[in-house]
């Protein structure tokens, strides 16, 4: 407790200080402010402001900037933002005035489409990437091409690009995309160590996207886009064609509500997709048998997955006074979707149809109290939901490496979650000292109806079973059998025939959850000279559920700009973050505490009746609990960045990123038998289930504990221009050099040893290049493309069984010398399944390279050219997704047993046409 107060008297006292000094007027200047906005009316975010003296600044989200002194009493006032004429203004006032200069930029004649580092100098910040509303316009419009464009850029901080988190208007609490439409600028990575922002580079990168406020006159737009079955290509594993099809359509128009003082801007987005998932599958045949070769028979299917989707924005701005900005906005983002998790392994009735949906309701002030105080205030509160509809009731099969059918173990889910943010945030501007603090907190209300396995669930695994005679009567000898013919054997009653095992979860199925996470920040910019800048911030989190409360992370970071034009940067960067324990893993642990519910596991049970004990069956509980010293997860950064502009604007950056996660969450089994590791020998489950346990007999205690880490560093490079009339490139080369032992199942394949976990980080692909660029082609016509390309991502390569008894199937294989039963040959040596805790290491496998070549060719025609001030253009476009209809595999085999490893099993879509109008007013 004392402790507590003494931290928070040391936060008082530094606001206090920093407000008190921030009183002091500009007695030997005047202070400039005021709001800088598009021909339109519509203001413009994060504009470089800069006076003659060397004073800078930057708009924020209300395009509104403040210079808060400036030392002479008359100065030129520049101000830059991508895809606009750079603007001046001459400002003149006595000594100690307040000046209010509002500036409109006019629109470039050179376009640019993406600018990296669109400040300059020692005011950059580095590796960012700003798109203006011109540069959103020139990616894909298709919303999840969008987001997966910007989730490309987002991974050059190093991490793995579906990680990346959407933030909208300022808000920390990730949400999804908002409709394109309502867009005005994106910033990609911005200074993620500043001590604002609580995810590390590497965790995926950080969108931030800030939408449109409403403008002084009305203006709108209407588009439609079709994408036909004609037009598009077949999928890669579908024996039949796949007449693929997606519609979209909406309208945008924002205007004054009362002018000058208020406005409103309005999107809507619907869509209509008709796409298909292909199952590509190992089944029996027609009349339950083996098929010719004795290993099943392919099957395959195509089933139509319709999606009814659609995404909307409201926003209002209201000027309360002349240096008071509010504004309200409402989001709404629904998706309807159907045969949802059928496609490769996966058989149509193990499906189900989907509904997630999100709305979120925001506040924003901005308040310019004096000439160096600036406020924002931030609340809001989200509405979130996920529910799905079985395709079938029935206890899951699943027989690995070969199909998944029966009913999803996921069932009638219904999973509700309420967000509030609060978040107050204050900047302070003192001789040379920039000093933002705040305070960010987050409640996360959570109403899970998770009946997970309340249908049962059955794993066929394959292992050592009776030979059967021409009978199929069972004989003295043994055999390794393969899943499918253990399942073949279950069908029909046959010795050797028992699942490997069958799961059933019983109890209440709502689970109710509250969590908080509260953050307090404190960050100093000091420009130590016209060269030299100074960042230190130190960032403090806590939160409940699990309680975490010491979390202290410092930052630091130099800039030195050396020379007159500062065309060399050089920026240094580290600090300590700290990673909230997820709320879906306290969800999980509340949920399976044995009270809530209870989760049993029999193994080698009866087929058909698998509660009643049979001779050689064994029944074991599992309880999940967290680790008594469980707490958020550290994580530690360094960063070096060298930018230089080059002659005719020609820029190129160069960065190098180093460090680690440490204490990431893994679920251990801390009373799993007590079993002897072996190589060649067939293994026995029945005997490793009823070795010693360290805590209780036939009982999984599965803990959540800080164990986990990733380390390694990456590197990567970016060329960019924008300068010319015509044209425009971005060039980005990464490598990343990670090595983790957390998979994408967290649990180790041993609880009692780490040998062998240790292994390139699953899902993050080690080299990787993305190229950009526009050109204005003869006859008006622009065309933009987007290139990406990298190597494959690493694979767990398991044996498909439980062979230490542990409850989970994460057992790896070990390498062999010689073919013999249960041995494979594989593309990464020979394999055998006949091993406890084998010696083949995580993540060994490698799935094949995907690349990406998106392009659109647009043609806009100006209406009424003549009337500058009321434009309307009728705009024409033709885009491609996946232009070559490359094969980019998102799944392949990955048990061993099967006979097919590393066999593809599913892709993603194919060549995609869509031709498309917009008309705007």
């Known amino acids: 407790m004392k402790t507590g107060r003494f931290w928070l008297s040391i936060w008082l006292l530094v606001a206090v200080t920093s407000l008190a000094s921030a009183q002091e007027r500009c007695p030997n200047g005047i202070r400039i402010d005021g709001t800088i906005t598009d021909p339109t009316g519509a203001v413009i975010t994060h504009v470089q402001v800069r006076a003659t003296k060397g004073e800078t600044t930057t708009t924020n989200t209300a395009g509104h900037y403040v210079l808060p002194c400036v030392s002479a009493t008359s100065t030129t006032v520049t101000a830059h933002a991508d895809g606009f004429s750079r603007g001046t203004i001459l400002v003149r006032g006595r000594q100690g005035a307040n000046v209010h200069v509002n500036l409109q930029l006019a629109v470039s004649a050179v376009q640019t489409d993406v600018q990296v580092n669109g400040d300059t100098g020692i005011d950059a910040d580095a590796a960012t990437i700003t798109l203006s509303t011109k540069g959103v316009q020139g990616l894909v419009d298709d919303p999840d091409d969008f987001l997966r464009e910007l989730e490309v850029l987002a991974s050059e901080a190093g991490g793995d690009p579906t990680q990346a988190m959407v933030m909208v208007d300022g808000f920390q609490n990730p949400s999804a995309l908002p409709p ?40 709108g737009a209407v588009f439609f886009t079709d994408s036909d079955g004609m037009f598009n290509a077949t999928d890669p594993f579908s024996v039949i064609a796949t007449p693929a099809g997606r519609r979209r359509y909406g309208f945008e128009l924002s205007g004054p509500i009362i002018s000058r003082k208020s406005g409103f801007a309005l999107a809507v987005e619907k869509r209509d997709i008709d796409e298909f998932n292909v199952v590509n599958a190992v089944t029996l045949d027609a009349n339950g048998g083996l098929g010719p070769n004795g290993n099943g028979v392919p099957y395959q299917k195509t089933v139509s997955a319709p999606q009814r989707l659609w995404i909307a924005s409201a926003r209002g701005d209201w000027q309360v006074t002349s240096s008071n900005v509010a504004s309200l906005s409402f989001s709404a983002n629904v998706n309807n979707e159907g045969n949802q998790g059928v496609g490769g392994l996966t058989l149509t009735d193990a499906g189900y149809s989907s ?51 029966g009913g999803a173990t996921s ?60 009978n199929n009567n069972p ?52 420009k ?26 410092p930052r630091l970071g130099l800039a030195w700009a050396p020379g007159k034009k500062q065309t ?73 960045n060298i930018d230089h502009e080059f002659a005719h604007q020609w820029h190129a950056s160069g960065n190098y990123f180093c460090g680690g996660a440490y204490g990431l969450i893994r679920t251990v089994n801390i009373n799993a038998p007590l079993v002897v590791s072996s190589v060649g020998i067939a293994p026995d489950p029945t005997a490793a289930l009823l070795a010693p346990r360290p805590i209780a007999p036939n009982e999984n205690l599965i803990e959540y504990q800080n164990s986990g880490h990733i380390s390694g560093n990456a590197a990567w490079f970016t ?76 694979y767990n390569v398991t044996t498909g069984t439980d062979n230490n008894g542990d409850g989970t199937f994460t057992d790896r294989p070990s390498y062999a010398s010689a073919l013999g039963p249960g041995v494979y040959k594989t593309p990464y040596g020979l394999m055998t399944t006949n091993t406890v805790n084998g010696n083949v290491p995580a993540d060994v496998g490698t799935m094949p390279g995907v690349f990406h070549l998106d392009i659109n060719l647009s043609r806009a025609f100006a209406l009424n050219s003549k009337d500058k001030n009321h434009p309307r253009t009728l705009t024409f476009n033709a885009r491609s997704a996946n232009l070559l209809n490359h094969t980019n595999l998102t799944a392949v085999n990955t048990i061993l047993s099967s006979g097919s490893l590393g066999q593809p099993v599913a892709a993603e879509a194919a060549r995609r046409v869509e031709l498309g109008v917009r008309l705007a007013f």
């Open 355 to 405: 509904l997630v949906s999100e709305y979120d309701l925001r506040f924003h002030n901005t308040q310019t109290i004096n000439s160096n105080i600036l406020n924002e205030t931030r609340i809001g509160y989200s509405w979130r939901r996920t529910a799905q509809t079985p395709g079938a009731n029935d206890p899951s099969v699943q027989v690995s490496g070969y199909f998944t059918g």
């Open 411 to 470: 069932q009638n889910l219904n999973d509700r979650e309420r967000d509030l943010e609060a978040d107050d945030e204050m900047t302070v501007v003192h001789g040379k000292h920039t000093i933002a603090f705040g305070a960010q907190s987050f409640g996360i209300f959570v109403h899970d109806y998770d009946p997970n396995t309340f249908n049962g669930a059955y794993v066929f695994g394959g292992g050592s079973a009776p030979v059967l005679d021409a």
């Open 180 to 219: 394109k439409n309502s867009i005005a600028s994106i910033r990609i990575n911005p200074d993620l160590f500043s001590a604002r922002y609580r995810y590390p580079p590497f965790f995926g990168g950080v969108i931030e996207i800030t939408t449109k406020p409403g403008a002084d006159a009305f203006h």
């Open 528 to 553: 130590l000279t016209q060269h030299w800048s100074l960042d230190t911030g130190l960032r403090y989190s806590l939160q409940t559920t699990p309680g975490s409360f010491a979390n202290y992370n």
């Open 719 to 794: 060329v960019s221009q924008h300068s010319y009339k015509r044209f425009g490139l971005s060039a980005r080369y990464l490598w990343r050099n990670m090595k983790s032992d957390t998979l994408s199942n967290p649990a180790p394949q041993s609880s009692y040893s780490k040998r062998g976990e240790s292994g390139r980080h699953y899902n993050w692909s080690q080299n990787s290049v993305t190229l950009s660029g526009n050109l204005i082609l003869p006859y008006q016509i622009e065309a933009t493309t987007q290139f990406d390309f990298s190597n494959g991502i690493p």
């Open 475 to 526: 004989t003295s000898q043994t055999e390794t059998i393969k899943p499918i013919e253990q399942y073949w054997r279950a069908v029909h009653n046959l010795s050797g025939g028992s699942p490997t095992t069958y799961q059933l979860t019983t109890g209440t199925p709502l689970v109710p959850l509250t969590q908080w996470q509260v953050n307090l920040y404190v960050q100093d910019t000091l």
């Open 568 to 640: 060399w940067v050089f920026h240094a960067r580290a600090g300590l973050f700290s990673d909230p324990v997820p709320q879906t893993d306290a969800t999980d642990v509340y949920r399976l505490n044995g009270i809530l519910q209870r989760q049993i596991t029999v193994y080698s049970p009866g087929y058909s009746d698998p509660l009643t004990p049979v001779s050689g069956s064994v029944k074991v509980a599992t309880t999940n609990l967290f680790s008594p010293k469980i707490v958020q997860s550290k994580v530690f950064n360094c960063f070096i």
